[in-house]
């Protein structure tokens, strides 16, 4: 597990574009895991940057880890939404090759197995993952045991408050969501994990720093293969210094990413 930390979080959503950009360069038929939240904007607006610089999109599959149940694509709240306007409807992906679970499913098992088919068509190159307040990842929620494929689970309630908090004039936030499973985001070939802020220090102290479980999700991902963790100066803060790489901008950019 590499671990990087940037002044900025615009530098380490800067570093994950950077990432992607080689995976779309390097692949015939790239295939991006993609993240949902706050944490995420500053890499889908590095990302939209590079589209506009020329970047092409056309080969490039997406495949989002969850979506919230019960609602749609218009829904400023869904997943779906977020996407569309945070780089789906500002690059040249191809409108059917942007996958994202869909929360409006009536039959929620025929949900799962469909998204569970378009994962094995599509296993990511490059997963870019959050972490939740609790240490979950895409909405495996900790707990005594994980799943893992495409499923539906009830959030936590300190996952509903920490997510509705963008939505104060809301007061029905969804309880519910489909989320990938755990091996279908250890498929993934090169996982990066972002977190920024104070108020994800102490999560991400224990998810790199404490024995491994699956009440803490993301600690699991100290058993891939391929991880780099990217944080702010914040969030990095209860991490012990030995195991940290400091990366800065030269002459405010950055040209060279390791993977
Ligand atoms: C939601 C998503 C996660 C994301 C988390 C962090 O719970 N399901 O994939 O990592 O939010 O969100 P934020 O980046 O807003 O802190």
Do not use: W
Not at 87 to 95: A, D
Not at 183 to 197: K, P, Q, Y
Not at 217 to 233: E, G, K
């Amino acid at each position: 597990m590499k671990i990087h930390v940037f002044d900025s979080q615009y530098e380490a959503g800067l570093y994950a574009a950077l990432m992607a950009k080689r995976t779309i360069m390097e692949r015939e038929k790239p295939v991006l895991g993609l993240a949902t939240g706050a944490t995420s904007i500053p890499f889908y607006s590095a990302l939209v940057q590079s589209c506009h610089d020329g970047l092409d999109f056309s080969r490039v599959t997406t495949v989002n880890l969850d979506e919230l149940v019960g609602i749609g694509a218009d829904d400023p709240r869904s997943y779906r939404y977020f996407m569309q306007h945070r780089l789906f409807s500002r690059v040249n992906i191809l409108p059917e090759n942007a996958h994202v679970p869909n929360g409006l499913a009536i039959d929620e098992a025929a949900e799962c197995a469909r998204y569970d088919r378009v994962i094995d068509a599509h296993t990511p190159d490059l997963q870019i993952l959050g972490i939740g307040g609790n240490g979950h990842i895409g909405f495996n929620e900790p707990g005594c045991a994980l799943l893992a494929r495409t499923h539906v689970i009830r959030l936590h309630r300190d996952t509903v408050t920490a997510n509705a908090r963008a939505f104060p004039m809301l007061d029905d936030y969804p309880s519910r969501a489909i989320t990938v499973g755990v091996t279908d985001i250890f498929r993934a070939a090169r996982i990066v994990l972002m977190a920024f802020g104070e108020k994800k220090a102490d999560i991400v102290a224990r998810a790199i720093e404490d024995p491994i479980t699956t009440h803490i999700p993301a600690s699991l991902l100290r058993l891939h293969a391929n991880v780099t963790v990217l944080l702010d100066r914040a969030s990095a803060d209860r991490l012990s210094p030995s195991i940290t790489t400091g990366i800065k901008l030269k002459e405010g950019r950055l040209t060279q990413v390791e993977m």
